[in-house]
């Protein structure tokens, strides 16, 4: 059965930049999706960022291009999520999630394409 676990959150002033990583256990081959989701305090979870383990393929919210980065270390099976330029706005808790890939790139972004997901790791931005 597939597990992660996420770690790296914390409380960092505006601007600052925080690593988080997903550790994931149990995954099979054909488990290829990675994502990122949170949930900022009062909304609902939106989708962060997307990594296909098999070929490094990346996808991101418009929000967080250009600031976030997400990666992975196979070896390790360890995604990681590099967080800069960090932002009042981006305050949430943060959730790593696995699922199978399908046809085309759009469900990469939709929550329920995704059937395991980690504990959540809370990210907190003061200004």
């Known amino acids: 059965q597939v597990q992660l676990v996420e770690s790296g959150g914390g409380l960092v002033q505006a601007g600052d930049s925080l690593r988080l990583s997903c550790a994931v256990s149990?995954?099979?081959?054909?488990?290829?999706?990675m994502g990122w989701f949170r949930q900022p305090p009062g909304k609902e979870r939106e989708f962060v960022a997307h990594i296909r383990w098999s070929t490094g393929i990346s996808d991101y919210a418009d929000s967080v291009k250009g600031r976030f980065t997400i990666s992975r270390d196979s070896a390790k099976n360890t995604v990681y999520l590099q967080m800069n330029s960090l932002k009042p706005e981006d305050t949430a808790v943060y959730y790593c999630?696995?699922?199978?890939?399908?046809?085309?790139?759009?469900?990469?972004?939709?929550?329920?394409?995704?059937?395991?997901w980690g504990q959540g790791t809370q990210v907190t931005v003061s200004s």
């Open positions: 999630a696995t699922g199978f890939p399908k046809f085309g790139s759009s469900w990469r972004r939709r929550e329920d394409n995704y059937d395991a």
């Open positions: 149990g995954r099979t081959s054909s488990r290829d999706a």
